[in-house]
């Protein structure tokens, strides 16, 4: 079982439709969890950043963790064209590496 | 001006050459990374360094090398290219105080003939 699993998609949806990205994960002892936004030729950009359990709201964007469950979720509501995107979750332990799952390419249809 | 920057941007190579990627950040952070990315496979570490005097293997380190120059640059070897590491590379860093959070640069788009 690899550490970090994301379903890579590509995941087509409508402008305005609410958008649910999710990973899981097997070590317990991640603590920091992060979801990256990475457009076509360019490099990954931090988009939401969690530490520990719990929701974080940013925007249009909610992220969550269920530690009890190792899962990890990004909502986009009132999705927009510019939300096309290959979106990265990431996790580690202190002091550790991010450990990233493969991506999840969404596409926002006008 | 960019934090993170990369170069060259682009290169196409062929087998056997021996390639050195460069990494500059401005962000003072001390932790660097490289990274390539592979449709399909996501992104893997290559290596990383938690200061100047400190280097680490990742995933896949096998057919590359690094060098810390100082504490603000980081350059990725391919002592003599194979096609398999056609790739896009990324480098990173990250502050230890801000939670591993990791800034990226533009990327390297590696061709090997």
């Known amino acids: 079982q690899k550490e970090v699993e994301q379903d890579p998609g590509p995941l087509s949806v409508p402008e305005g439709a609410i958008v649910s990205l999710n990973c899981t994960y097997s070590?317990?002892?991640?603590?920091?969890f992060m979801w990256y936004r990475q457009y076509s030729r360019k490099g990954p950009e931090l988009l939401m950043y969690?530490?520990?359990?719990g929701n974080k709201e940013d925007g249009r964007f909610t992220a969550q963790v269920d530690k009890s469950s190792k899962y990890i979720s990004l909502f986009i509501r009132d999705s927009q064209p510019s939300d096309s995107a290959t979106y990265l979750c990431a996790m580690a332990q202190a002091g550790t590496a991010l450990i990233f799952g493969k991506g999840t390419t969404l596409s926002v249809s006008s | 001006d960019a934090d993170v920057t990369q170069t060259p941007r682009n290169r196409i190579t062929k087998t056997g050459k021996r390639i050195m990627l460069e990494c500059s950040q401005t962000?003072?952070?001390?932790?660097m990374y490289w990274y390539r990315q592979d449709p399909g496979l996501g992104l893997r570490l290559i290596y990383y360094?938690?200061?100047?005097?400190?280097?680490n293997k990742g995933e896949i380190s096998d057919g590359y090398s690094v060098s810390r120059q100082a504490q603000a640059k980081f350059s990725l070897s391919l002592e003599s290219a194979i096609p398999n590491q056609t790739a896009l590379y990324f480098c990173?860093?990250?502050?230890?105080?801000?939670?591993?959070?990791?800034?990226f640069g533009p990327g390297t788009r590696l061709t090997v003939l």
């Open positions: 990173a860093t990250s502050d230890p105080a801000g939670g591993n959070t990791q800034y």
């Open positions: 962000k003072g952070h001390d932790r």
């Open positions: 360094s938690f200061d100047v005097k400190d280097i």
């Open positions: 070590n317990s002892a991640f603590q920091y």
């Open positions: 969690t530490y520990s359990s």
